[in-house]
């Protein structure tokens, strides 16, 4: 299976082409974002709906990370 390196939180993980970013930070037991009150939120639909997903992609904040596939060398920015 081909692999790609993305970077989570300054982090390399090598993770299968074609999953999606959530799987990647879901491996890598990083936490995705918090709420406004400061708590720890995780993805919950896994479908584009809930938007509990969020994290910053390649310098965009607020991407559902659900919703894209990983790419090699993509840098992905959680609230952990
Ligand atoms: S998990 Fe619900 S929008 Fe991503």
């Given at each position: 299976m081909t692999q790609v390196r993305i970077n989570i939180d300054g982090h390399a993980l090598d993770v299968p082409a074609g999953i999606s970013v959530a799987a990647a930070i879901a491996q890598s037991q990083r936490p995705f974002r918090r709420s406004v009150s400061g708590h720890m939120r995780a993805p919950f639909c896994?479908?584009?709906?809930?938007?509990?997903?969020r994290v910053q992609i390649d310098g965009i904040a607020q991407q559902r990370s659900c919703m894209v596939s990983v790419r090699d060398g993509m840098q992905v920015v959680t609230d952990g």
């Open positions: 896994g479908m584009g709906i809930c938007f509990e997903c």
